[in-house]
């Protein structure tokens, strides 16, 4: 075809914004702290076999894409070979335009496999389907090879605390990685107590992880405390909650609904709130004390689709946007824990775009006066991680908040060929600094905004997150550098 979609300066529309991206951005190393890769894939250094294993398999925002364009569910996640499923990606994506699939797909083939002189169509997916493929086949290709290419630093996992991290063991001394991969605390079954069969199935399990028995609330909060200890010596230092909304209510009579938890009755909406509140409270304590950061995303309505989580269950793509309140009680939460002094470092996310100056407006309050960017205004994510939902987030935090404190963005992602989403934030954040620049919204000083823009993607990441040193590394012997 002999299109260039994919060119240096794409997205960047003043000389500006070319300046600031390439001479400060373009470089900086990729601090990934969320994201949804396999730590066992990465252990294994994983060799995929086509490239609809490694780009369409559990790729949700590709399959919803799909069933919109009317593809049966066979060629989606069913058992149609895996060349017939590309097709049909491939005949989806010219449907794409203003998605940010559109981007994201023609980056991916950009930036990992140097395609750059075609779309994908139907009249190119035979061609780049082998091309591709034939390039999937070399050691470069594998799944560290693809993230070492990508200039990653550090890749941040998502791991139930019942985890064993035997595949972060096995990479932790790994000389060859090239990069570290760290345990991220995620016990978001910890507070799902709706059902008390499935959470007293998960109460068996944390207490075999924890080799504690469970019958109180009190054991319950032991055990967690203990692998939280654990995933602490194994490089921890995040934890991560994914909730519809923020849990603040009193806990008074947490204990007692606990235990008729634990006897198979299913509590009240009140009763239920109450003992999250309780245990969401402690995991911030928690938190804390151990100089972690939490991370906080908030809005997602999950597996709306009765059919759909029968046939394949969840994370199939039929997540959505919640409208939950969470102002007051996201401000009890952060207040509680201030009160005392023991509000950890925290980042908040929001999936409903009515909540941006929200949030970006509530950080502000709890910020201390010692920690530059304390409470951080996390990236737009998931359902807003498009070219307008970053413009967006970015002019809240910049009108509400200090933009220059920024921790910038996170890969939030099953798959290895997502690295690019790091590049697309950060030519869209040049884009708006040069377009400001442009316009004399603000100094004409490259070395100001270029600052700026290289603090935001990696410095502010590189000295907020305290990850301890990697093995072998000499200095500070807490493993910690702080703000």
Same mark, same amino acid.
């Given at each position: 075809?002999?299109?260039?979609?994919?060119?240096?300066? &794409?997205?960047?529309?003043?000389?500006?914004?070319?300046?600031? @991206?390439?001479?400060?951005?373009?470089?900086?190393?990729?601090i990934?702290?969320?994201?949804?890769? +396999?730590?066992?894939?990465?252990?294994?250094?994983?060799?995929?076999a086509?490239?609809?294993?490694?780009?369409?398999?559990?790729?949700? @925002?590709?399959w919803?894409?799909?069933?919109?364009?009317?593809?049966?569910?066979?060629?989606?996640t069913?058992?149609?070979?895996?060349?017939?499923?590309?097709?049909?990606?491939?005949?989806?994506?010219?449907?794409?335009?203003?998605?940010?699939?559109?981007h994201?797909?023609?980056l991916e083939?950009?930036?990992?496999?140097?395609?750059?002189?075609?779309?994908?169509?139907?009249s190119?997916?035979?061609?780049?389907?082998?091309?591709?493929?034939?390039?999937?086949?070399?050691?470069?290709? +594998?799944?560290?090879?693809?993230?070492r290419?990508?200039?990653?630093?550090?890749?941040?996992?998502?791991?139930?605390?019942?985890? +064993?991290?035997?595949f972060?063991?096995r990479?932790?001394?790994?000389?060859?990685?090239?990069?570290?991969?760290?345990?991220?605390?995620?016990?978001?079954?910890?507070?799902?107590?709706?059902?008390?069969?499935?959470?007293?199935?998960?109460? #068996?399990?944390?207490a075999?992880?924890?080799?504690?028995?469970?019958?109180?609330?009190?054991?319950?909060?032991?055990?967690?405390?203990?692998?939280?200890?654990? &995933?602490?010596?194994?490089?921890?230092?995040?934890?991560?909650?994914?909730?519809?909304?923020?849990?603040?209510?009193?806990?008074?009579?947490?204990?007692?609904?606990?235990?008729?938890?634990?006897?198979?009755?299913?509590?009240?909406?009140?009763?239920?709130?109450?003992?999250?509140?309780?245990?969401?409270?402690?995991l911030?304590?928690?938190?804390?004390?151990?100089?972690?950061?939490?991370?906080?995303?908030?809005?997602?309505?999950?597996?709306?689709?009765?059919?759909?989580?029968?046939?394949?269950?969840?994370?199939?793509?039929?997540?959505?946007?919640?409208?939950?309140?969470?102002?007051?009680?996201?401000?009890?939460?952060?207040?509680?824990?201030?009160?005392?002094?023991?509000?950890?470092?925290?980042?908040? &996310?929001?999936? #409903?775009?009515?909540?941006?100056?929200?949030?970006?407006?509530?950080?502000?309050?709890?910020?201390?006066?010692?920690?530059?960017?304390?409470?951080q205004y996390?990236p737009?994510?998931?359902?807003?991680?498009?070219?307008?939902?970053?413009t967006?987030?970015?002019?809240?935090?910049?009108?509400?908040?200090?933009?220059?404190?920024?921790?910038?963005?996170?890969?939030?992602?099953r798959?290895?060929?997502? @690295?690019?989403?790091?590049?697309?934030?950060?030519?869209?954040?040049?884009?708006?600094?040069?377009?400001?620049?442009?316009?004399?919204?603000?100094?004409?000083?490259?070395?100001?905004?270029?600052?700026?823009?290289?603090?935001?993607? @990696?410095? #502010?990441?590189?000295?907020?997150?305290?990850?301890?040193?990697?093995?072998?590394?000499?200095?500070?012997?807490?493993?910690?550098?702080r703000?």
């Amino acid at each position: 075809m002999g299109i260039s979609f994919i060119h240096d300066d &794409f997205l960047l529309e003043t000389p500006q914004a070319r300046t600031l @991206y390439h001479d400060f951005a373009e470089g900086c190393p990729i601090i990934d702290y969320h994201c949804h890769l +396999s730590p066992e894939a990465l252990a294994a250094d994983r060799r995929f076999a086509s490239l609809a294993e490694v780009w369409l398999a559990g790729d949700h @925002y590709k399959w919803r894409a799909m069933r919109a364009c009317g593809v049966d569910e066979m060629f989606i996640t069913g058992d149609a070979p895996d060349r017939v499923k590309f097709a049909h990606w491939a005949a989806t994506v010219p449907r794409t335009l203003r998605n940010p699939l559109y981007h994201w797909t023609h980056l991916e083939l950009a930036r990992v496999f140097g395609i750059t002189d075609r779309l994908l169509g139907p009249s190119t997916a035979a061609a780049i389907w082998e091309e591709c493929n034939a390039k999937l086949s070399t050691p470069a290709f +594998s799944a560290r090879g693809i993230v070492r290419s990508m200039n990653v630093e550090v890749v941040c996992t998502v791991d139930d605390p019942v985890d +064993s991290l035997e595949f972060h063991a096995r990479m932790r001394d790994d000389a060859l990685m090239g990069f570290r991969v760290l345990p991220t605390f995620r016990p978001d079954r910890a507070i799902a107590v709706e059902q008390p069969a499935v959470f007293r199935e998960y109460c #068996n399990a944390l207490a075999k992880a924890s080799g504690a028995s469970i019958r109180t609330l009190e054991d319950f909060i032991g055990a967690l405390r203990s692998r939280h200890e654990f &995933f602490h010596a194994m490089g921890c230092r995040l934890s991560d909650h994914g909730l519809d909304t923020v849990y603040a209510a009193p806990g008074t009579g947490a204990d007692a609904v606990f235990g008729r938890l634990m006897r198979g009755e299913a509590p009240s909406p009140e009763e239920a709130a109450a003992v999250k509140s309780f245990i969401l409270r402690e995991l911030a304590l928690m938190d804390h004390e151990r100089g972690w950061a939490q991370q906080i995303h908030v809005g997602a309505l999950r597996n709306v689709r009765t059919a759909m989580m029968r046939l394949r269950g969840p994370d199939s793509g039929c997540d959505t946007i919640g409208d939950e309140p969470l102002a007051a009680p996201l401000a009890r939460f952060l207040d509680s824990l201030d009160r005392e002094g023991r509000l950890p470092r925290t980042i908040l &996310f929001n999936l #409903n775009p009515r909540d941006n100056e929200l949030i970006a407006a509530m950080a502000g309050c709890f910020q201390d006066g010692v920690t530059t960017g304390k409470i951080q205004y996390g990236p737009a994510w998931w359902f807003l991680d498009t070219y307008d939902g970053i413009t967006r987030q970015i002019d809240a935090l910049s009108s509400f908040g200090i933009l220059g404190a920024f921790v910038g963005m996170v890969t939030d992602s099953r798959s290895f060929l997502s @690295y690019p989403r790091h590049e697309y934030f950060r030519r869209v954040l040049c884009n708006i600094l040069g377009d400001d620049m442009a316009r004399g919204l603000i100094p004409a000083d490259m070395s100001l905004a270029g600052g700026m823009v290289r603090d935001i993607c @990696y410095g #502010n990441a590189q000295r907020w997150f305290r990850f301890p040193p990697p093995a072998g590394a000499r200095g500070n012997t807490k493993g910690e550098v702080r703000t």
